[in-house]
């Protein structure tokens, strides 16, 4: 696997916003309170996502499942289907993908396509796809989502179109997405998703030889993420930047940016990601004639892989901030 393979996967199948049901957020005017049922489903997903939010996956479940239970007993469809675009996503990023596939289903069965949610629900649909590694219904899904947003997300349904057509190497699509995402990005004031747009705009310059520009596009993406804060995206900017560098022939400054990346990983707790930085670094040093440097990275590469550290509690949280839109 290339280096870049390895960075494009750590965003690719990274997490999304855990989404958050509002009242009134499906039409009409918010009521002044809410039935007894109602509120005990919503307490219960909003407690859901702050517990995987803390990494508490298990108590994250429980809780989600019991949000679930409720809204189904009182047949209140937009709070089922919260909570299993949640359970969803909780199982995804957990690797359980059948269960990940059984909870977006049943959404999708529940879900009219003029709902509000629906977009959600055909985004999400489009990632366990593609974390299942189907690009064809991933992209179906992806552009699902796309025709159903209504709202300001439209840039990231985009994007992740964009990231479908770059995993499968067509270039010029994902170019042509993502510089309409970014456009959406921008105007709606969604950094997070500008700095993805910018990413992938920089990984295909880099794939068309426009190194330069590749290495431009990359450092403006990981800008933005140092300024808004998400770790596991800076780390992801830094390997893509490791990787234009090396496929420019400037290996040392590729090692100077798998250092960082490593760095910035094993701080956030991403033990896998920070593995596979040590192991593009072995590779990088054997090509620069490092030895001792190379044999450096792969004993920090095996010390990473032992079990009881690849293991640790939240080593491969993809947690990120809950958005407060569905």
């Known amino acids: ?29 918010a009521p002044s309170f809410l ?4 509120l005990r489903a919503e307490t219960s997903l909003s407690r859901g996502i702050r517990a995987e939010q ?39 990023q957990r690797h359980d993908l059948l269960k990940a596939e059984t909870s977006i289903d049943r959404a999708i069965a529940i879900t009219n396509t ?17 974390a299942r590694g189907r690009m064809a219904p991933a992209l179906e899904w992806a552009q699902k989502a796309i025709a159903a947003e209504r709202g300001d997300m439209l840039g990231s349904r985009l994007n992740l179109a964009a990231r479908v057509q770059l995993l499968r190497g067509r270039w010029k699509e994902a170019d042509e997405l993502a510089r309409k995402a970014l456009d959406e990005n921008r105007t709606a004031g969604q950094a997070e998703e500008e700095a993805n747009s910018l990413r992938i705009l920089g990984i295909v310059a880099r794939n068309e030889n426009n190194l330069d520009r590749g290495a431009q596009l990359q450092q403006e993406a990981l800008q933005i ?18 990787e234009t560098s090396r496929k420019a022939g400037k290996l040392r400054e590729s090692a100077t940016y798998l250092e960082r990346a490593y760095e910035v990983n094993r701080a956030g707790g991403r033990l896998r990601q920070a593995l596979e930085n040590q192991e593009s670094l072995a590779v990088v ?29 939240g080593s491969s949280s993809a947690t990120i901030n809950p958005s407060s839109k569905p």
């Open 285 to 313: 040093y054997t090509a620069m004639g490092e030895e001792q440097l190379a044999a450096r990275a792969h004993e920090a590469a095996r010390r990473l892989a032992a079990p009881e550290v690849i293991q640790q509690p």
């Open 54 to 92: 803390r990494g508490d996956s298990i108590a994250a479940e429980e809780l989600l499942n019991r949000s679930l239970s409720i809204s189904s007993s009182i047949e209140d469809d937009p709070a089922r289907t919260a909570a299993l675009i949640n359970l969803a996503r909780l199982y995804r």
């Open 225 to 242: 993420d140092k300024q808004i804060g998400k770790s596991s995206k800076v780390a992801a900017d830094l390997g893509e930047l490791a």
């Open 35 to 38: 039935p007894e049922t109602r």
């Open 114 to 130: 003029d709902s509000r949610l629906y977009s959600e629900v055909a985004y999400e649909k489009a990632l366990i796809e593609l």
């Open 1 to 29: 696997m290339t280096v870049m393979n390895r960075s494009l996967r750590y965003w690719m199948l990274g997490g999304v916003p855990f989404i958050l049901l509002q009242s009134g957020c499906f039409g009409g005017k």
